[in-house]
């Protein structure tokens, strides 16, 4: 269970008296990560959220038994994760059950042109040296200041914001358009 400790709660008052704050806390800082997590495993977006909505139930169900709440998120992931791959398992069901698409989401041509764009963006990140696809993937993809993105790859926050503005000219470059 991913390093969880975990305690068989007999009584009531081993349950926190705080759990809801601790739910809703937890919840605000997880969700979208978790949701992003799901939707690695599961293509269809509404399945991805009911995967993160019942990891937060099936959280809260054993949350008596948890010693260490510091660890729910590493729990959290755990149960997507498992979620993910049963609902995989069992032929993507979701799909079935899908809502009906909104009327202005995109014809297929201009999904195609959209998927095409962003495989375009992918590969002219791939071409990109190390440091600064990283810095460039931290900075927009999870959305980290220079700052955090430093201290996770242990550079100077000058030195980031120096790959990101190289990587971004070069990906100027790479996505200009032939005449």
């Not at 069901?93 to 698409?101: A, K």
């Not at 200041?145 to 914001?161: E, F, Q, R």
């Amino acid at each position: 269970m991913d390093g969880l400790t975990v305690g068989v709660a007999t009584t009531r008052e081993q349950i926190p008296d705080d759990f809801e704050r601790q739910a809703a806390a937890l919840f605000n800082a997880e969700a979208p990560s978790l949701l992003h997590l799901a939707r690695f495993y599961v293509d269809d977006k509404t399945a991805a959220e009911d995967l993160v909505q019942e990891a937060f139930i099936r959280l809260s169900r054993t949350m008596a038994r948890v010693r260490d709440p510091g660890r729910g998120a590493a729990y959290l992931r755990s149960i997507v994760i498992n979620l993910a791959r049963d609902h995989n398992r069992r032929g993507l069901v979701s799909l079935h059950h899908r809502p009906p698409p909104a009327d202005d989401e995109p014809s297929a041509e201009e999904a195609a042109l959209g998927r095409s764009a962003r495989q375009e963006v992918i590969e002219a990140l791939r071409a990109l040296p190390g440091r600064q696809r990283d810095c460039l993937t931290l900075r927009y993809y999870y959305d980290m200041s220079p700052a955090d993105i430093a201290d996770g790859l242990g550079m100077s926050v000058n030195s980031v914001k120096t790959h990101l503005q190289r990587g971004l000219r070069a990906l100027s470059v790479a996505l200009r358009e032939e005449p």
